[in-house]
């Protein structure tokens, strides 16, 4: 098949239950999960298992492919072994299995791509191919239903988007990055001041007992009024002013600072987004996924931000804000339910836009042989 070519509409549309296994290997963490999507829309998670590789990468500050690649191929059949044994399920009581196929890191990405393949063709089940941005764009409805449409803004390590979501695989990009993600800005400056691997959260400890007030970051793209963001200036900017630090003082200044930076930008391009949005939509239902979801600054920020233009804000169970395998259970079910599956030969994908038409007419970071970057 082709490489855009990731599903087919064969099957008829189901219309019971689905209980589907999802894998997800696309970093640092090799995890499996259990997930069942009711009739009525409802997830419930039956065992979401995640495996973390930090301590095999903090020696080095950051996510190693290789060594990433290998531990997923050590890890991946244990893991699903204790996610299928948590939910009290054989793969007879199973109605699909699902893995990601991309973006992210492609030789992580190949290990739970070829265990899903085989698991599926195993069992005679059908088999999903799942964007991972497509599963954290349907992360927040873990934790409840959701009706379709809403505004997403998708904030992670490697990604930054603002998306207008109106069902699987239905999706239009408002706004990108057009240089680093907001994840990547927070990783990179921790490192930079310090403070060791993950990076992030790291900082928002940091921030907490800070007061960056009296700190002067640059603002991105002041001139454009369009929906895209900009943190290779700030992070440029904050790196410098930490190698000028002192004191400890100096250190949670500078972190409380740049994650006031970071959320202002987020919510200044939200708010733009929402009122384009909300020219549009009568259902106004603001929704923020990704690791960056979890820090509790940029939440709070934004959710005021929901409720000054009369958005409902929803973010998903912390649990499922960072990598995880229950959204790409989830993800996959929604599919199935449509009666879309994946071919056993489908790639996987160093680069997957949520909007391919868009990322392709319109991009923002030159296509390569990766394909489309967003």
Not at 84 to 104: I, Q, R, S, W
Not at 277 to 293: I, K, N, P, Q, S
């Amino acid at each position: 098949m082709t490489i855009g070519a990731d599903y087919s509409s064969g099957r008829e549309r189901a219309t019971g239950d689905l209980t589907v296994l999802g894998l997800e290997t696309s970093c640092d963490e090799t995890a499996a999960s259990v997930v069942r999507l009711g009739v009525d829309g409802a997830a419930t998670v039956l065992s979401s298992v995640i495996h973390s590789q930090i301590d095999d990468h903090a020696a080095y500050g950051g996510v190693v492919p290789e060594i990433a690649a290998r531990s997923h191929v050590e890890m991946i059949a244990g893991v699903t072994r204790r996610a299928m044994a948590e939910a009290g399920l054989g793969y007879d009581g199973l109605d699909g299995v699902a893995a990601t196929a991309g973006p992210g890191l492609v030789g992580g990405v190949m290990v739970g791509l070829s265990f899903g393949k085989a698991a599926a063709l195993a069992r005679g089940l059908p088999f999903i191919a799942v964007n991972h941005l497509e599963g954290h764009a349907v992360s927040a409805r873990l934790g409840r239903p959701v009706d379709y449409p809403f505004l997403l803004l998708l904030v992670s390590g490697g990604h930054c988007q603002l998306l207008e979501v109106r069902g699987i695989g239905d999706m239009s990009r408002l706004g990108t990055t057009i240089d680093d993600a907001a994840g990547e800005a927070f990783d990179k400056i921790a490192k930079a001041m310090g403070l060791g691997y993950p990076g992030g959260p790291a900082l928002e400890t940091l921030a907490a007992t800070g007061d960056g007030s009296n700190i002067a970051l640059p603002r991105a793209l002041l001139d454009r009024k369009d929906c895209d963001f900009s943190f290779s200036g700030l992070k440029t900017a904050a790196s410098r002013l930490a190698q000028a630090c002192e004191t400890d003082r100096d250190r949670a200044d500078l972190a409380a600072a740049v994650q006031t930076a970071i959320a202002r930008q987020l919510s200044e391009r939200s708010e733009r987004a929402m009122k384009a949005y909300a020219e549009r939509h009568d259902h106004r239902l603001f929704v923020v996924a990704g690791g960056v979801a979890a820090n509790k600054t940029v939440r709070s920020t934004l959710e005021a931000t929901a409720a000054k233009h009369g958005f409902d804000f929803l973010a998903p169970p912390m649990a499922y804000c960072t990598d995880n395998a229950a959204m790409i259970a989830l993800a996959g079910a929604e599919r199935l339910r449509l009666g879309l599956t994946s071919d056993i030969d489908t790639a996987a994908r160093p680069r997957w836009p949520l909007d391919e038409a868009r990322a392709l007419a319109d991009p923002v970071h030159a296509p390569g042989r990766k394909g489309a970057k967003a």
